[in-house]
């Protein structure tokens, strides 16, 4: 088995900063420190349903304890041993986890035009694999969590399609970052990704992935990310 804490320092270092980068780009404020709500998380606990698998991939679990569940621009998509999707060779030695918010414009930035690169440089060699963590930064973007809670509820139904709805977000950053209530445009950008709607719809009036999305942010913080 590779050893998943070694990172290559300088990616990590600036993937990383997004979020810190955003933080400072806004007015001077205190951030409190939320307390990680008790709920169930299908994505954590292994229970939400699997997406088909697509090409000659493998599906299940690895050597390394992460589950490869289908594929998305060619490369491995799954969950990681703690519930997180990833992107690319879940062997590779390196892991390249990223706390992110999709209404942060570096984020975008970084999703739109240094993913890219570094997919094409380290995800197809088989160098690097791209883990996503949710940190949706509340005092500068108060709607940015909704769209967490709607990729979360995208991933219970495939997380290929979760890959694609969180590209299909920041690259129509600028078409919703200025709309008080996102529910529409989410919405819509599900169902044109071909998202089971109903199931879609059912999840995000339950409420739960809004814990989720909590609970995770306050793992950033713990962490120390502000």
Not at 63 to 71: F, I, M, Y
Not at 178 to 206: K, Q
């Amino acid at each position: 088995m590779r050893n998943r804490s070694i990172y290559l320092g300088w990616l990590v270092l600036g993937v990383l900063l997004l979020a810190a980068a955003c933080s400072n780009s806004g007015d001077d404020e205190t951030a409190t420190t939320p307390t990680p709500p008790e709920v169930e998380d299908c994505v954590a606990d292994g229970t939400c349903s699997a997406g088909p698998e697509e090409g000659t991939l493998a599906a299940g679990p690895t050597d390394s304890g992460w589950t490869v569940e289908g594929e998305y621009l060619g490369l491995p998509v799954g969950f990681t041993d703690q519930g997180f999707p990833f992107l690319g060779d879940p062997e590779a030695a390196v892991t390249v986890m990223e706390f992110s918010d999709y209404l942060c414009p570096f984020c975008a930035r970084h999703s739109t035009q240094t993913s890219p690169a570094l997919l094409l440089e380290f995800g197809n060699s088989g160098e690097a694999n791209f883990v996503f963590r949710d940190f949706p930064l509340e005092a500068l973007h108060p709607t940015a969590a909704a769209g967490h809670q709607a990729a979360l509820c995208v991933i219970e139904q495939d997380v290929a399609l979760f890959w694609e709805y969180h590209d299909a977000l920041f690259n129509a950053q600028s078409s919703w970052s200025g709309l008080a209530e996102p529910a529409e445009f989410l919405a819509d950008t599900a169902e044109g990704i071909g998202v089971d709607m109903a199931a879609y719809d059912t999840c995000m009036e339950s409420g739960r992935t809004g814990l989720i999305v909590e609970r995770r942010v306050a793992e950033g913080y713990a962490a120390g990310f502000r």
